[in-house]
């Protein structure tokens, strides 16, 4: 079983929801939750985890087992209290804030994706 899908298991049974519920919730058949939580599917996508992430409200490191600390980073500090220097965000709402840092999220995402399939 992957992480991804332990954990996917684990946050859906803490919730009492079924695979047919979750599935429902996500907008995918049930037999592709099964095999993502089997671990019998590989490579879920970005979409659906993110996804996951929004409805459980936990991060995508925490699903990827990265982190064991489940709480989203945009809920752990103010994203005003760690800025990137080189960026001006003076005038941006935290929600704006917040954005840019999902946007980051995903294009090191990406980057690990691009790192895998040149190793294999």
Known sequence: MSIVGQRIKWLREQRQWSQIQLAEK???HNTVLSRIESGEKKGV???LISKVADL???STDY????TDNPTPFWRQASVRETPVPFLDIDGLTEEELVEIKRHIEFIKWKSRQSETQEDN
């Open 45 to 47: 996508d970005f979409h």
């Open 56 to 58: 459980f409200d936990v």
């Open 26 to 28: 996500l907008g995918i």
């Open 63 to 66: 699903l990827h087992g990265r």
